[in-house]
């Protein structure tokens, strides 16, 4: 470090992606080239081609700035999984402690300079392992070489590029969204970051199942199950939601039915176990039962208010999607008062054998 602090350094810190797949891939570089568009220090820019028919990158972030937040110099993503920062620190839940204001900025960046060396102050080790496994279930397996790409083309994007082929830029029509407006500091500090935004808000939806607009279906369709697994100890799980109707095993199928009495411990069996099921070491998915087919001619109204299908011949083989459109489960013999004449056996469209296997 020289020059009252401005940044001087050999070689960038970058991610795979923005490096390219080439190695030794040539650099210039030029100190004190620019100022970091984070903190705004001059520092050492470093340019190079990141692969055939790929744009020209640059650093735009000095080394200090991306060793606070263990980010690549030049997309000012997570280096150690390719996320953005608000992703990052969202799940492993790790506050930015960087002031906001300029004076304090360069400051605190001042007074973090010679401590780092090498390091970061993002500790992965730290965070607990689940934070890690869903970071990695959320990154690229590899890097993602199309990020590179040269950048559109604005004239053809006006209709006015003359040059076709030769065009150096995409000839695309750009999607505009949300997407499109991005900036390097909201990146850097994790804050209103759209690509963060969208990314959270899928795996907020992964990890919750939505309940079925109809609200008869009070059935769990449950699978991953195997010798091992009977029906009490799938009991013994799900009746701490709620009174259990009834719950039907098929082996045969690795699946089995819970039948609750209520939608409500129905839907609290669901929240509680969706993605986090797992009985005597094995790992079982939950998902909502369907509502039982609902034919137009020749269904039965019976006295406590339940369509009854019509009887259909029995099909050969079972696949998984007529197993989730079959109706709950009758109770086991000498189930108690919960018996409906909608879930007599004999009037259900499906074989018997099927259920009692
Ligand atoms: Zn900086
Ligand atoms: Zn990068
Ligand atoms: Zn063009």
Redesign the pocket.
């Known amino acids: 470090m020289s020059r009252q602090g401005w940044?001087d350094s050999d070689f960038p810190i970058l991610c795979e992606t923005c490096l390219g797949p080439n190695p030794y891939v040539r650099m210039t570089r030029q100190g004190y080239g620019k100022e970091?568009k984070?903190?705004?220090?001059p520092?050492t820019i470093f340019k190079w081609n990141p692969g055939q028919g790929m744009r020209n990158k640059k650093t735009e972030?000095?080394q200090?700035?991306a060793k606070v937040k263990n980010v690549c110099q030049t997309c000012v993503l997570d280096l150690e999984y390719g996320l953005p920062v608000q992703v990052r620190d969202s799940v492993l839940q790790v506050q930015d402690d960087i002031p906001h204001s300029d004076v304090n900025r360069e400051f605190f960046?001042a007074s973090v300079e010679g401590k780092l060396g090498n390091d970061s102050l993002i500790n992965y080790a730290k965070a607990d392992s689940s934070a890690r496994d869903q970071l990695k279930k959320m990154s690229r397996p590899e890097p993602y070489y199309k990020r590179n790409r040269p950048h559109i083309c604005s004239f053809y994007v006006k209709g006015e590029c003359k040059r076709g082929d030769e065009c150096p830029f995409r000839h695309e029509v750009p999607v505009e969204n949300d997407l499109s407006h991005q900036n390097i500091r909201d990146r850097y500090y994790g804050k209103d970051d759209p690509v963060a935004k969208r990314m959270l808000n899928r795996t907020d939806k992964a990890s919750k199942l939505s309940n079925p607009e109809d609200t008869s279906i009070t059935s769990l369709f449950i699978t991953g199950i195997d010798e091992e697994i009977n029906e009490q100890d799938l009991r013994d799980y799900f009746y701490a939601f709620g009174e259990v109707k009834s719950i039907v095993v098929i082996q045969k199928s690795k699946c089995a039915f819970v039948n609750y009495a209520t939608r409500a411990a129905a839907e609290l069996a669901v929240d509680k176990s969706y993605n986090n099921l797992n009985i005597k070491g094995k790992v079982l998915r939950v998902q909502w039962g369907k509502a039982r087919p609902q034919g137009p001619k020749g269904d039965v109204q019976t006295e406590v208010g339940t369509v009854v299908p019509t009887p259909q011949p029995a099909k050969q083989g079972t696949t998984l999607d007529q197993l989730l459109n079959m109706p709950p489960a009758p109770p086991p013999p000498g189930a108690g008062p919960s018996f409906y004449p909608s879930q007599d056996p004999n009037m259900l469209g499906t074989s018997n054998r099927e259920f009692r296997a």
């Open positions: 940044e970091c984070i903190c705004g220090r520092f972030v000095c200090t700035c960046i």
